[in-house]
């Protein structure tokens, strides 16, 4: 039934490369089948203004597309002098997603930025970044230590995220862009190892949904979330 | 045990108030206790490019807050040269939920655009934003077929929205801007009169929440909803 | 013989309502007629670079249009992504009349930034602003004495405005929209109420006008800003 | 007394030189003394969107400083990515100057760009342009009839304009930079060969002025014009 | 004496990769060493409005660094609003570059886009681009004439481009990014298959230098495109 | 052969005229034919903040054409918002070239900024810029040493600039406009007097170009540039 013939619960084949950016403290190339994304960990030993002398330190996330990680190339952000609402959107529930998982005040006073650079996309770019920045900001994090730069982990916790939605009437777990773009409805769970919510953005696409519906997404959602935390765990030999 | 003593499932007083801009084809001025957003309806006979001569019109949202519309002035978002990720990710917000109620192709080839101003802001903003816009909008349609533009009514259904949260570890409903504030989780749920779900945007603040938390937000949100549906509807006097 | 049925020397009712916005330190919505202007005074405790250290304060105008504000939608200034020449225009014209009635050196090493919103537009918008303006800083700078802030008044006058034109060959006062959009010369005229001039403008919209024309004109303007002072004065309960 | 030992109601050396660039329909470079503008007139044979197929033409100005036409480098305009306030407000004042003079209708489906561009500043950059504009303007228009593109003289009348201050409590006329920056009001006059008024503006700058004041700055505005519209004939061999 | 001990002559590991982006009509992964950039060539079938209808096709080229391309993290261009002179210069570099090898009326009324993305930078990021987007549009062609779009081949020549340098007084082939950040000299040479130059770009960094050093740089980089030449045939199966 | 019955080896008419700007520290006007460019160098006493503290000095360039500098009208880069990729290249050479011969450190913690606003343009603007920037700085170094601001003298050397081009299969020195459109290959050599390379840009335009010619192009500029020199140093009276 589906496009791609997975059961309604089965994720696309998942993989996370780690090490793949010389010079960023920790890094991370995130597969979800055809979605590729790169996203870089830079630690940088100074913070925004206001954030400033208050003991903390800051998680913070940028998302970008190449112009033709799309099916048409899209117009590059840099030249059009502005990042779409989608852009701004989609960075601030990383940085928020992140942030859920790190102690800033034994992160220090210092700023991970984590950059996400969706190099192909075929749906589920947001979700893979989310699930792809943990294994880098996790690296970065392995890495401040070792160098004594760190004492303790400032990570508390992992966070991953997975994206379900009602395609023909079924609800079906990690949509791909076939999928995506005619479902009656469309998720967003970002879960933390633990079991606790971090964010559900769930949106009717072509007609409202039910109860019913929305707590099935959910159900798909933790099962996905469990595999994913496992692959998470495996990339950074945990 | 709230600031404002109201208890957990308590409103705040909400107005609907229509016909308050003398241009516009339909206008409501909106508050949910301090909070006051000016809604107008504007409709234009044509379409953004990508839209033209496909036999379906367009509804889309724009939204804004006078610079001392908060406890402290902010930037004009004019004068500092764009609006913000939070102002676009609320717009997208609103217009995507009159959609969702509105059928485009009976509208014909014209767009509606709702401005949501927000003249005082007490937390809650968006929220009452959608709940008025829906009394604009449903004005300007009143208003054209009463001038005889449009024959039937391209209005599918209500929208309406409220914000939950857990505050004080407490599920409380339509946070004010004191508890907005240190709420540990906030929700916006967005809900059409036939009892079915638009848009669920749920997050952890402070820490991450629990499914029964969840749960008990939801149906905090769908009490308040059909209080606001009531409203709605007298406003316009059907 | 003008559309409102006035004579050439009435001015539309104007009203000057105080106290209308719960955060700032003072405001006034103003109308005159169908003009609806929202002002506030925010007072913050630092100044722009350029001005500190050198003993006094500041007084600066910032002035907007809701998109709805006139008869058709006009494009949202923070979504186009700058602030028109007529905006800037009008935001320097206000500062600099407040500037002319207030001792900045009395004032202190602070800022008062008077938010001048249109809320609906019938001509005059300029002159409405500058004449709520006024009253919208008075009482802040009420607040500040009251708390103890200021130990002086650095009010040293009032200041009002008025537009007159000559519209069918006869000058008025106090053009509304349908007479400033056929006028034959326009002009905006502030005063003080000590009787000095703090600016003039005066336009040939549709032809040249004469000597004999403007001395008219400026004799309207010097009646009708007699009247506003004392609304003001009345508003501010001096 | 002034510091450039001139009576009060002495103009500074004015010349107007024509034909000063190659490429241009017309040309003017325009001095008062220190203050030099270059003046071009750039004919198109297109019009802006809004007022195409009306059956008339339009005139326009756009205005520029170059980085060092001032005591202190300002920052280029181009680099900084917008036009200030004063500039737009400057190259609004000189469009609506020159219009007034301009029978658009009999000008034809065509715009003329007056570009105003100062080399050096010595205060009365606006006033300077505008004088300067009318004689680029002319020549353009002068050109157009010999080519046979014109049939009749677009023009109507012939425009100047010149500044006129307070300085040490006298009128005096033609304010040089270092009387303009200390000068207690400020105007500027844009008066038509046949004798109407086009423009005035006037402002207090360190204090409010009275009538008797204006109205003697008026009277040097109107000598001073006297003066520029025989230089503006001879300059056009007329 | 190189750092990467390299002979004055030799260049680094040069890999071309295609079919890297399962969406464009061509692509090409080039490394250089640690220097790694993606090529996507996407062919549009419209113009830019200032070709249109003049029986010719255009090639143009966009060029971007991820932020964390480089040893410290660089601010996102999109996030900054635009792009900076280094990039355009770069971006109009590539895109003459191609132009040179292409019959622009042979390839008929479309665009064809070469995106260069820098994922990793370590010295001669444009002229890798260069040489990896020849392959890309080489591809592309190929396709289209696959495709029976295009009958004939549009490509005149094959293009790659090399930089050399003065390092420590010695010419060098290739520079990497630590012998770039101290050369005393560097350059650029875009040279064609056939044997004639496309462009030359040479600068003195530390000092200027003479002109047996640039005959020696010109004969380092005709040998360092004749190995390019023969990889890129080679990844195109030719 | 040329349009301008020029020799393949001949200059147009060189002018450099000094102390043009009242205001500036150094200025010249440099004319290479009708091309005319207008250059400023003013003395700054601060940095931009990345130079602070290093015991060093800056010389940095803006450049600008005036709308109507060339055959038809240009957009002013001011109103569009942002300099073209031309101008930011154009401005990156000149500053690069005059730093050339700039003893960074004897200049001491201040910024000379030169200014290159085209007037008129025929071709050649940049080379011409980087000419008379060079009389503009030299002019503005001996103010500061006469001034007692500097003891010793920064500058190292001449530094000079030309244009050839093959036009018509012979090359050629010194394009004007007419030449340099239809041109076969273009070229930009900027030479120090002590016969160094600072910079050379060379490019095909309709075709790729031999090293013959290039040799040739070589040739010519070195020549062109003999006669720059010596025209320098009678600008400045040396």
Known sequence: MRPSDRSPDQLRPVTLETGVNRYAEGSCLVSFGQTKVLVTASVEEHLPPWLRGKGQGWVTAEYGMLPRATHTRGRR???????SGRTQEIQRLIGRSLRAVVDLKALGERQVTLDCDVIQADGGTRTAAITGAWVALASALDYLREEGVLKTDPLTDQVAAISCGVFKDTPVLDLDYEEDS????DSNFVLTGSGSIVEIQATGEKRGFSRAEFD????LAHGGCETLFALQRQAIGR
Chains 1, 2, 3, 4, 5, 6 share one sequence.
């Not at 005619?182 to 409805?185: I, K, T, V």
């Not at 099935?216 to 159900?219: E, H, I, N, V």
């Open 182 to 185: 005619s479902a009656e409805a």
């Open 216 to 219: 099935r997404l959910f159900a």
């Open 77 to 83: 952000e840099a030249a059009s002098g502005k990042q």
